[in-house]
């Protein structure tokens, strides 16, 4: 178990970033293709209780990582968002897939992203890009998190807590679309992004 701390700055110009990012002697990580699979009941009672099951693929040229994760519902404390977290690495995703159906967990929505991580000190700083958005998120420790948002500039970002899931509920608002669970790069997004990254053009959907 891990307690993950964690805050999130919108709105960020990632060329500039990834500048300071350089500047200040951060270590970079390497950029992936990230599949996430949440499941819950047919009641939706994880999601009703703040809790988190998921089944992550993440993707680069020389191969793949499957990650299943357990989060606990999150609290909010001085603007970060911590939680609890269980997290097993497991090598074939499509058994886990059919262990988690035979206990009556479904899919019930889906997300992509691209994500370039970077380390500096103690603090993991990811660059994800997503259908909809583009955000900063940074996870450690609080103060860590504080010092390292100062040195790269993001202090006067918009900062958030709320998770990608929320901040698409509000996207959704914002643009008057209904809403939905899911958010997923269209056919031509995927290919452009999977090509960019020298993976295969197409993926596999979940459930074939």
């Known amino acids: 178990m891990a307690l993950e701390t964690e805050r999130k700055y919108l709105e960020v ?19 992936h293709f990230e599949s996430n699979c949440v499941f819950d009941t ?17 993707e680069w040229p020389d191969g793949k990582r499957f990650v299943l994760t357990l ?16 997290e097993l690495e497991i090598a074939d995703d499509k058994t886990m897939q059919d262990v988690l159906e035979g206990l009556g967990y479904s899919v019930r929505a889906r997300y992509e992203k691209i994500r370039e991580t970077w380390q500096l000190q103690d603090v993991k700083i990811d660059l994800d890009i997503l259908p909809f958005i583009q955000a900063v998120e940074l996870e450690g420790e609080a103060d860590g998190i ?22 698409h509920q509000e996207w959704l608002r914002q643009h008057c679309l209904p809403p939905v669970c899911s958010f997923v790069f269209s056919e031509e997004q995927q290919v452009f992004w999977r090509r960019k990254l020298g993976l295969t053009a197409t993926v596999a959907s979940w459930g074939e």
């Open 13 to 31: 110009d990632f060329a500039n970033l990834r500048t300071v990012l350089a500047e200040c002697g951060a270590k970079a990580l390497g950029v």
């Open 42 to 58: 047919h009641g939706e009672e994880l999601f009703a209780d703040g809790r988190l099951l998921r089944l992550r693929t993440q």
């Open 71 to 86: 989060k606990l519902p999150a609290q909010q404390r001085g603007g970060f968002k911590t939680r609890e977290e269980y």
């Open 146 to 167: 504080l010092r390292v948002a100062a040195c790269l500039g993001l202090d006067k970002a918009r900062q958030s807590v709320k998770n990608y899931y929320q901040l």
